[in-house]
């Protein structure tokens, strides 16, 4: 038990070795990383408009290498409440920001730039919310309103986007449909 009489928990015991781990690992990430998503920018940027496609599957990486290499051991410390928190704010802010950061790497040469500028942003940022997160679950501090209401938003987001884009799509697909109908009755 702690000075208060509460029994102690798996964070009570490792976190500031977690917090020391996680902080080393994010350096060596972003020393390792930046190099490697520069090379790969601007390889794409011969690709041009294909660099675009290549986006999300640069985006999934780096989420799991964060997930598997920087925030691993903190997140097994978290509560299961603010571990869903934590994975869903990072999903949604690798998706809302790494795909149009990493998309821009279409750009010859120029691209380079927001790629290594989102790949360190993304990574800062989850690395110091998870940091923030394990600090708050040390304190056993509740999650805080501006994480629910922000999760939420971006979920309500997320969601309205797609619905727009399935209505793009089946818009753009009765129109491709009608034309080549009337191309064809001609």
């Known amino acids: 038990v ?5 029994e102690l928990r798996p964070i009570d015991l490792r976190y500031e070795q977690t917090v020391v781990q996680q902080h080393e690992r994010f350096g060596q990430m972003l020393l390792i990383g ?14 041009h408009f294909a660099a675009v496609a290549a986006a999300p599957l640069i985006v999934v990486a780096h989420l799991v290498a964060v997930r598997l290499w920087l925030v691993r051991d903190a997140m097994r410390l978290l ?13 949604l802010a690798f998706l809302w920001i790494g795909i149009p950061g990493y998309g821009l790497a279409a750009a010859p040469l120029v691209g380079t730039v927001p790629a290594v500028a989102t790949f360190a942003g993304l990574t800062a940022a989850v690395h110091a ?9 040390f304190q056993r501090a509740p ?28 818009a ?3 129109s491709a449909a009608a034309i080549a109908e009337w191309v064809s009755s001609r």
């Not at 999650?143 to 089946?170: D, K, P, Q, Y």
């Open 129 to 137: 919310y998870t940091r923030w997160s394990l600090t708050r679950e």
């Open 79 to 91: 509560g299961p409440a603010r571990k869903r928190f934590v994975r869903w704010l990072s999903r």
């Open 172 to 174: 753009f697909g009765w």
């Open 34 to 47: 930046v190099p490697v998503v520069f090379l790969i920018a601007l390889s794409l940027s011969a690709l």
């Open 143 to 170: 999650l805080a309103g501006w994480e629910v209401a922000l999760l939420w938003g971006l979920a309500v987001v997320t969601l309205a986007a797609l619905a727009l884009v399935a209505a793009l799509v089946a």
């Open 2 to 6: 702690d000075d208060a009489g509460r």
